[in-house]
């Protein structure tokens, strides 16, 4: 009676565990078949000439197969939108959870939730129908499908990660240290710009790093608002012209190629590439939580 | 260069400045849609499927494909993500297999969407032979939210007060005994909140049916888990970027966007509710 009862808390347990270990599954089979389905481009093209190839004609004869501007326009797409979304992301962490008195924080948490809650084809409808057209008139290009759309619709997504992990992190501050910054005589803002920010500065690493993970991987707003010309951009004029991203060449080319194609081997390849991408970025912002993880002698 | 007290004025301006930055971004957008899209809305535009090339009628196969795919990806994420979670935070202890877990759902969730999709196309409509289909989408998009429904359900569950096992298991109660009859009921409400945030997830995601099953168009409503099928995020990409008359049928584009907004918010916002009357009712 009590071994049954045993060999059965035994089966339950082994079985929770081998569904915990299918996300490890999951993750092995993503890498396999990514890399897979990648790899079989290399047998025709060097993976050199992939990686570092300045033009992305798929469709000519012969095609041409270089990521460059693909992985270019993400990072350029990328790098506006953590331009916009650091600094509004952070300040409103701040002023959350160190100034707005508790009710109005309540009030205010649950509207940043709505911004992670849009889908993404929403902000690229409304990026598409309201900022384009803006942005054209505003800035007088021949056309509002920029680099510079996608970074605003970016960061405007990449918010809500930014200022709930950072708003975790500063208020997970002991209030001891704030204590005696202000006992000491230091105002409010000295205290948060000078113990409270520096105390809870891995973990809005970390934020500003989930952010980036979003904003590279971020696929149908790109897509629908940043014009889709696969050109190395300039710089910093490359902002006001249109780009195509990885994640969008993906999904815009992938109906249209024929299965086992080159083409078809390398848009996994693009996704392997990515894949790796957005690993590290885990990695690194998982990495920098752990080692600075706010150690205070009780 | 400015007094303490100046400078901290400057900067609480500052800092309000940006969150009334954020706060206008919300309002915007949802004013946007709502205001343009509420007068596409009405019993025709639900009910009735798209008209002379889509662009009239209603967007009736649309919600009928999102809510297969809603049924579809949660009956296999939702018993998968729930024992995994029992296993994280009732069994494990600290060790390198629970470490090797705790990565791989943390890399999960960081993985972007058209990656699963390219992986779902690759795995289920090629290599299990599914095809493009509800079956293959609906896979999918269960491994996109599973990561989301383990930390929602772990994070429910790591707010019942260990007292509370500690005193099951004293009186010579089995784990599991202790998980079912003491755990899960009261970390349930929590529970509850993460997979209906998880459906609100999976209605808006469109890259991974994308590559998937996703149809342009299809005149009759899917019969079978086999079948192709048209759902409301990918409905309003098509016509917004590639419809018959872009221009003219701003409308229904308004329409079908409000429509995907108000599931989405709607679904989040009942969560919030459930979690806040439990909180209230919960106190230890």
Do not use: C
């Not at chain 1, 045993?6 to 299918?22: H, M, Q, T, Y």
């Not at chain 2, 509370?164 to 998980?179: D, I, K, P």
């Amino acid at each position: 009676m009590l071994k049954s009862t045993r060999s059965k808390e035994f089966a339950i347990e082994s079985l929770l565990l081998a569904v915990s270990a299918v996300t490890v599954v999951i993750l092995i089979l993503i890498s396999l078949f990514l890399f897979g389905e990648g790899a079989a481009l290399f047998k025709d093209i060097p993976f050199l000439d992939f990686l570092t190839g300045k033009n992305w004609y798929p469709t000519s004869e012969p095609p041409i197969f270089g990521l460059l501007p693909l992985l270019l326009g993400t990072l350029l797409v990328t790098a506006g939108a953590i331009i916009i979304a650091v600094p509004l992301g952070i300040a409103s962490a701040v002023f959350i959870s160190e100034i707005a008195p508790p009710k109005v924080a309540e009030i205010l948490k649950p509207i940043i939730e709505i911004l992670a809650g849009v889908p993404s084809v929403v902000y690229g409808f409304f990026g598409l129908v309201v900022l384009i057209p803006r942005l054209q008139q505003l800035l007088d290009l021949p056309t509002g499908q920029t680099a510079l759309a996608g970074s605003i619709m970016l960061g405007i997504m990449a918010l809500p990660t930014i200022i709930s992990i950072s708003e975790d992190a500063i208020s997970a501050v002991p209030d001891f240290l704030k204590e005696g910054s202000l006992a000491l005589g230091a105002t409010r803002w000295q205290t948060i710009y000078r113990v409270t920010v520096p105390a809870a500065l891995s973990g809005i690493s970390a934020a500003v790093m989930l952010g980036m993970g979003r904003a590279i991987g971020e696929t149908m707003t790109v897509m629908m608002v940043t014009g889709n010309a696969a050109v190395i951009p300039g710089f910093p004029g490359g902002i006001f012209a249109p780009v195509k991203t990885m994640t969008a060449t993906i999904a815009l080319e992938m109906g249209e190629v024929p299965q086992g194609s080159e083409h078809y081997h390398a848009l996994f390849a693009i996704g392997a590439v990515l894949f790796i991408i957005t690993l590290l970025i885990n990695l690194i912002a998982e990495a920098v939580k752990r080692k600075y993880r706010f150690k205070v002698g009780s | 260069m400015f007094s303490p007290k100046t400078s901290e004025r400057i900067a609480f301006a500052f800092l309000t400045l940006a969150i009334a930055i954020v706060v206008a971004f919300v309002f915007t957008i949802i004013f946007y849609i709502t205001s343009n899209g509420i007068g596409a809305i009405s019993t025709d535009f639900l009910t009735q499927g798209p008209k002379n090339r889509m662009t009239e009628g209603g967007i009736f196969p649309a919600i009928v494909g999102t809510v297969f795919l809603i049924i579809g990806s949660m009956a296999v994420a939702l018993p998968l993500g729930i024992l995994a979670a029992i296993y994280l935070n009732e069994y494990a202890e600290e060790g390198r297999i629970v470490w090797i877990i705790q990565m791989a759902i943390n890399n999960l969730a960081g993985t972007p969407s058209v990656v699963f999709g390219l992986f779902g196309l690759a795995m289920f409509v090629k290599y299990m032979g599914f095809g493009a289909s509800i079956l293959a989408a609906s896979l999918t998009l269960a491994l996109v939210v599973l990561p989301v429904i383990i930390r929602a359900s772990e994070e429910a569950m790591a707010t019942v007060p260990p007292g509370l096992r500690e005193a099951s298991l004293a009186l010579g109660v089995t784990r599991w005994q202790t998980v079912r009859k003491i755990v899960l009921p009261i970390a349930l409400p929590g529970m509850v909140t993460g997979a209906i945030l998880s459906v609100g997830r999976v209605a808006g995601e469109t890259a991974p049916i994308l590559l998937t099953g996703a149809a342009y168009f299809l005149p009759r409503l899917p019969t079978a888990i086999s079948d192709q099928f048209m759902a409301l995020p990918y409905h309003l990409f098509v016509l917004a970027t590639s419809g018959t008359n872009i221009a003219a049928t701003r409308p229904i584009q308004y329409g079908t966007a409000l429509v995907l907004l108000l599931i989405v918010l709607g679904v989040n916002f009942v969560a919030v509710m459930i979690r806040r009357h439990y909180k209230k009712k919960m106190r230890w």
